[in-house]
DNA sequence: CGCAGAATTGATACATCTCAAGCTGGGTGG
DNA sequence: CCACCCAGCTTGAGATGTATCAATTCTGCG
């Protein structure tokens, strides 16, 4: 059933993970019995493309569980990732008809789709989604803001430095995490996907990691495992302001 | 008057420049008349900046006339644009406090100001105003992964190449420009400006132009006034596919 | 156990930054 | 009316951070 992406479970509305989060968080239950009539599941791969750049796209979705990655890529093959969707993230453009970049699969991944047509006509009719759906589109540009003055601005070790801040803080507000600086989380992404998110090459990545290892900021275990001792100190790294409260 | 930045004019919003374009462009006669009502004008000057990071902010605009930009800046002075307000663009996120980022007023510069308050309460009761809003934030956040691969994985000079054509398609959209690939146009950024939209130093971003100008690529009079003999050249020059319709 | 993808490490090349010096054009005051 | 001034810009020479090319070495998994 891989290959077609196509779930065989459907869950109710009112027991969905992502309930409380997603862009139909403000559903009252008459509009979530609306929702349950239309949506769909589909269940994707690891690495499995999920929309090519170029392609129509005739859904939205929320994503349920786990992870997928939206990328540029350029002619002669440079990529830049342009955005990462994590549990509850909405996925597509209403009023769009071909996607601008590819959706790639990072882990096993289920999201929760609708087709494109019934869901904008709900989007007219049902203020709770519109309101919501700005207020996440408007999380979204400030994350790509800041992601932006990552790109521009900062050193290699700062990039890393921010990228591991970035994922340690989500997953401390996740599963509350110990307040004491000491945070521990697995990387979702490979080292080649840290560079295209990061604007390097994964040698530089590479290299960055073992000099923040090297300097205690973060110890290792495998390649994925990673444990900060002391959370302030990899906020110094980032070269942000060091405000650096786990939930910021 | 400059300094309070209030203006003395009141526009009725039915003769207003932006009025097709703006976060009002759905409003009906009625809806318009409320905004009418509460709302207020204010001018900057060149170089003011308008709100400080971190400051409260407690209003939202839109862009009458004039251009301003958004930028971060870290604590020793490295700096990164992340938004370019052009007429029409909209100003301030509802439901949130605080300014996130410096906004500075490019050139002379006319603001449609809300209260913040009383643009919200709009906002929860007009749909029209809100999904025109979640449709103006979607585009930017379409124009901010455009500029993340840009700065990413883009070489000076295509970075370059990148910021006239952006600026140029925009030129060419409201001026109905000829249709036969030339462009003319000034620049509405110097090159210290344009070296912060691009993460570059204003040293490359002058060297890059120069070698544009000895390729043919494009002609400069003074540092401000462009012109772009053939636009499909420039668009190679940018890295990108080479679609390159002068409005696309 | 062994294999393949993922990651590390090294040597070198090169693009961009940094520091420094001069240029240019528009505005101002003598 | 001219000389000066200064912000904005250009150009140069050298330093440096990251990319590139090329081996190895891990790690997880069948």
């Known amino acids: 059933m891989a290959d077609t992406g196509l779930a065989e479970v459907h869950v109710k509305c009112s027991s969905c993970p992502i309930r409380h989060r997603a862009v139909c968080s403000r559903c009252e239950q008459d509009e979530l019995d609306v929702l349950d009539r239309i949506k769909y599941y589909r269940d994707f791969t690891p690495g499995q493309t999920i929309v090519w750049a170029g392609d129509e796209m005739d859904f939205v979705a929320s994503v349920v569980t786990g992870i997928a990655t939206l990328s540029h890529t350029m002619e002669d093959g440079r990529r830049q990732m342009v955005g990462l969707l994590l549990?509850?993230?909405?996925?597509?453009?209403?009023?769009?008809?071909?996607?601008?970049?590819?959706?790639?699969?990072?882990?096993?991944?289920?999201?929760?789709?609708?087709?494109?047509?019934?869901?904008?006509?709900?989007?007219?009719?049902?203020?709770?989604i519109n309101q919501r759906l700005l207020e996440m589109t408007l999380d979204e540009l400030d994350?790509?803001?800041?992601?932006?003055?990552?790109?521009?601005?900062?050193?290699?070790?700062?990039?890393?430095?921010?990228?591991?801040?970035?994922?340690?803080?989500?997953?401390?507000?996740?599963?509350?995490?110990?307040?004491?600086?000491?945070?521990?989380?697995?990387l979702p992404l490979t080292r080649e996907a840290m560079a295209d998110y990061l604007g390097l090459t994964l040698?530089?990545?590479?290299?960055?990691?073992?000099?923040?290892?090297?300097?205690?900021?973060?110890?290792?275990?495998g390649n994925r495992h990673v444990t900060v001792p002391d959370f302030q100190r990899l906020i110094e790294e980032t070269g942000d302001d060091t405000d650096g409260g786990l939930i910021a």
Chains 1, 2 share one sequence.
Request: with cysteine; glycine share 6%; net charge positive.
């Open 87 to 128: 549990p509850s993230d909405f996925l597509g453009r209403p009023g769009r008809e071909t996607a601008p970049y590819d959706v790639v699969a990072t882990s096993k991944i289920t999201l929760c789709c609708f087709r494109k047509g019934p869901f904008e006509e709900l989007l007219r009719s049902t203020p709770s």
């Open 143 to 186: 994350a790509a803001r800041e992601w932006m003055l990552i790109l521009g601005r900062k050193t290699a070790r700062e990039k890393i430095a921010s990228l591991l801040a970035i994922i340690g803080r989500r997953d401390a507000s996740l599963n509350m995490s110990t307040a004491d600086g000491r945070l521990v989380f697995d």
């Open 203 to 221: 040698e530089t990545v590479s290299r960055q990691i073992s000099a923040l290892k090297r300097d205690g900021v973060i110890q290792i275990e």
